[in-house]
């Protein structure tokens, strides 16, 4: 291109750009104006406002406290993973499988 041309192009691009900001800048400000005229009470909510449970006033405001005190019940005594030797003679099965063997390596040499 020759330099006139280019010095066209330039001048081209700069109005382009100039009139999109002074379009963006006319939309921004009408949109302002539009926000500030209406009243803020009109806007719509995200959720709705709280409203009560129909027959709330008869019922109570808070459950009624637990009957047990959290404490473990004292007549069944707690009872092993693994039974002894004469409860397994008898029947009994374990609750929890084998733990399974150890893995052992040969003894590091001294250096």
């Known amino acids: 291109m ?3 041309q280019t010095k066209r192009a330039l001048r081209t691009d700069l109005l382009l750009a100039g009139a999109m900001v002074v379009a963006g800048s006319a939309i921004a400000l009408a949109s302002v104006v539009q926000l500030k005229a209406h009243d803020p009470q009109v806007m719509a909510q995200a ?3 709280l409203q009560s449970t129909p027959g709330a006033a008869s019922k109570p405001a808070e459950p009624a406290e637990p ?5 473990r019940p004292h007549d069944i005594p707690p009872q092993p993973a693994r039974p002894d ?3 397994q003679a008898a029947g009994a099965k374990p609750a929890l499988p084998p733990a399974p063997a150890e893995k ?3 003894p590091i040499p001294a250096k």
């Open 2 to 4: 020759t330099p006139i």
């Open 104 to 106: 052992t390596a040969p």
């Open 67 to 71: 009957a047990t005190t959290g404490a």
């Open 85 to 87: 030797q004469d409860a």
């Open 47 to 49: 959720t709705p406002p």
